[in-house]
């Protein structure tokens, strides 16, 4: 606190309240733009339920950004960012940003089928209802479901994180892009357009019941003769990797048309669910990388979202 000629000027501080189970995305770049760490306690009983305790004091005027992990056991996740949100308010804090790097439950971003709950727009009105200011999540799987939560929900996209790593570690002449599904055909010619690179675009159907992967094909089936005549590298890029199954079909396809090259999946959250690694391997994948948002083996520094998300926090509530 300072007081100058007789006026009571209180400093503003970011906090950062970082969930206690989450520990792959990088803290350094909120510590060099000032964030002070939260001390919290955090305990599980032993039926399950869980603890949360703030052990500094909450100031009104200050601003709490909490970190929230999104897998594993997201439902765990979800009520423990609920204790921690719902308590800052309750204890006077006005200003509360929720980051969640992985949000859970995007995939169910509509009425597939009549009668279903449209998850991610459940979750998020949970949040908005506890009092969050802001949330901020990184590549959502569908950033429309978002569009009635306009100014409030904010989606950060790595494309650019992409862009930089593929144009340090590949000559763009001999890479072709892929987007796996319809779903990340834009991502993936934005990451194009920027490194300057050819692009492929798979089409994949679900059956709506079982979940299960039930055609899967490129738009253009000519598209392996550039790919075999012009390519070094396959670079295939998709949101989630969850059980393999679409990346490593994409890879097996390039496989069985006679690609030599290295092929390489590039996912933004890594869950790598069951044998999720082998099927990926056995499909012909060289090199798998992710970021930082959910913990896994295959993350690569240099594609941590952190400082994405710093940038994002400062132009929200500008600097302090
Ligand atoms: C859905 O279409 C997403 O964009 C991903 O392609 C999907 O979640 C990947 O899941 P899996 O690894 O289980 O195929």
């Not at 921690?84 to 995939?107: C, F, H, N, Q």
């Not at 990451?191 to 992967?213: M, P």
């Not at 590039?266 to 869950?271: N, P």
Request: charged residues 25%; hydrophobic residues 45%; proline residues 3%.
């Amino acid at each position: 606190m300072l007081i100058k000629l007789g006026i009571t000027c209180v400093i503003k501080m970011l906090w950062l309240v970082k969930d206690p189970l989450y520990g792959s995305l990088r803290i350094r770049p909120f510590l060099q733009k000032g964030f002070r760490i939260l001390s919290i306690e955090h305990k599980v009983f032993p039926d399950g339920e869980e603890y949360i305790r703030f052990l500094d004091e909450i100031r009104e005027g200050d601003i709490y950004v909490i970190v929230l992990r999104g897998f594993p056991e997201q439902n765990n996740n979800i009520l423990r960012g609920a204790l921690i949100v719902d308590t800052l308010k309750d204890l006077g804090a006005e200003k509360v940003i929720l980051v969640w790097p992985y949000i859970p439950y995007a995939r169910q971003d509509k009425r597939f089928m009549p009668g279903e709950a449209i998850s991610i727009i459940t979750l998020t009105k949970v949040f908005i209802s506890l009092g969050i200011d802001y949330l901020i999540t990184v590549d959502v799987h569908n950033e429309k479901a978002f569009v009635q939560f306009e100014n409030k929900v904010f989606n950060v996209t790595t494309e650019g994180l992409w862009a930089k790593y593929i144009l340090k570690n590949f000559d763009p002449e001999k890479i072709a892009l892929v987007a796996p599904d319809r779903g990340r055909e834009s991502f993936v010619r934005r990451i194009s357009q920027i490194i300057g690179a050819r692009y492929f675009v798979f089409e994949k159907h679900r059956d709506l019941t079982t979940g299960r992967i039930s055609g899967h094909r490129p738009i253009n089936e000519g598209l392996i003769k550039d790919v075999i005549n012009y390519v070094d590298y396959v670079i295939i890029i998709d949101d989630i990797i969850a059980t393999g199954g679409t990346l490593a079909n994409v890879a097996s396809w390039f496989r069985k048309k006679g690609f030599g090259g290295e092929i390489i999946v590039c996912g933004t959250h890594g869950l790598f669910l069951g044998n999720a690694v082998d099927k990926l391997l056995m499909s012909g994948v060289d090199k798998i990388v992710t970021t930082d948002t959910v913990a896994n083996p295959f993350i690569c520094e240099e594609l941590s979202v952190a400082t994405l998300i710093v940038n994002k926090i400062l132009s929200l509530v500008g600097e302090v």
